[in-house]
């Protein structure tokens, strides 16, 4: 297995003085069900902070209030959903609509795991160039789903944390996972022609060929909606114009240098996903 480490960060371009909303992306985050409207409102709220033009959250009809009322900067979307609360099987013609209307999308936080949720998940990797960022119950779903890489026409960004990373191996390979991370992550990456963004100390960030070991973050990031918030900001950073493993890369530095800020302000004890948000302007100022 061959593969190249880099330690390289990108940089986003700088705003030209004449720039409006539309240069800097379009995104829709899918997410949330009943009792998970946080889910959806942290990657929103995430993805502003981390300078895409556009947010938009899709999420269940009934959680929408909640989810527009935690942020009015990002737009919502209202899904049809089912009777636990989950998006339904018919909100798969809203959502093809949004993959159309947008850049980027993200499908995970929050969500649940449902059947019906399997099938939206199938129409969307048959999107041909469709740039899709997967995380969380997007991640359990698509773990579920029979022989999924021979469908995959989108471009997916896959976030999973170690169990979610486990699920991920068993519905592709057969052997057992191996102890290595970087080894986990370029594998699963060169066989399912993704981005894996593995999360955990020193998250491994790899396209099968390329690989990146993060060195920010800390302990106190083990918390509930940390991974929301990275997905909010990958999703942003790919919408504003980076390749997925450069918004992966990114993402993953800035998410834990805020993490960094926001724990000697506050400790690691009390951090909360909140704070990391709060953070990101501090982390893209230092990353100037």
């Known amino acids: 297995m061959k593969f ?3 330690s390289e960060i990108p940089k986003l371009k700088p705003r030209s003085v004449d720039a409006h909303k539309g240069d800097f992306g379009k995104i829709c985050i899918i997410s949330g069900s009943r009792g998970m409207s946080g889910a959806a409102a942290l990657a929103g709220r995430a993805a502003l902070r981390c300078g895409a033009g556009l947010v938009r959250v899709a999420t269940p009809e009934s959680v929408l209030p909640i989810v527009a009322s935690i942020e009015p900067s990002f737009t919502t979307i209202a899904l049809a959903e089912d009777s636990a609360g989950r998006i339904s099987a018919t909100a798969i013609n809203s959502i093809l609509k949004a993959a159309g209307d947008n850049d980027v999308l993200a499908f995970g936080p929050g969500i649940g795991i449902s059947g019906e949720l399997q099938s939206i998940l199938h129409g969307l990797l048959e999107q041909d160039g469709l740039r899709l960022v997967i995380d969380a119950d997007g991640l359990n779903n698509l773990s579920k789903m029979k022989d999924w890489p021979v469908k995959v026409k989108a471009e997916l960004i896959l976030t999973p944390h170690p169990g979610e990373m486990k699920r991920l191996w068993s519905s592709v390979f057969r052997e057992d996972l ?8 370029v594998q699963l990456a060169q066989q399912t022609k993704t981005v894996v963004a593995l999360k955990g ?5 790899t396209d099968g060929e390329k690989v990146y070991v993060n060195k920010t973050g800390n302990p106190g990031m083990a918390t509930a909606g940390a991974g929301d918030v990275l997905t909010g900001a990958i999703t942003a950073l790919a919408g504003q114009g980076l390749s997925n493993f450069d918004a992966a890369v990114l993402g993953v530095y800035i998410h834990g240098l805020a993490g960094d800020i926001a724990a000697e302000k506050v400790g690691q004890v009390s951090l909360m996903a909140t704070d990391i948000i709060d953070s990101l302007p501090d982390a893209f100022l230092k990353n100037e």
Not at 178 to 185: A, E, I, S, V, Y
Not at 201 to 205: D, E, I, L, N
């Open 178 to 185: 191996p102890g290595d991370r970087r080894q986990q992550g």
């Open 201 to 205: 100390a020193g998250t491994v960030v």
């Open 4 to 6: 190249h480490t880099t």
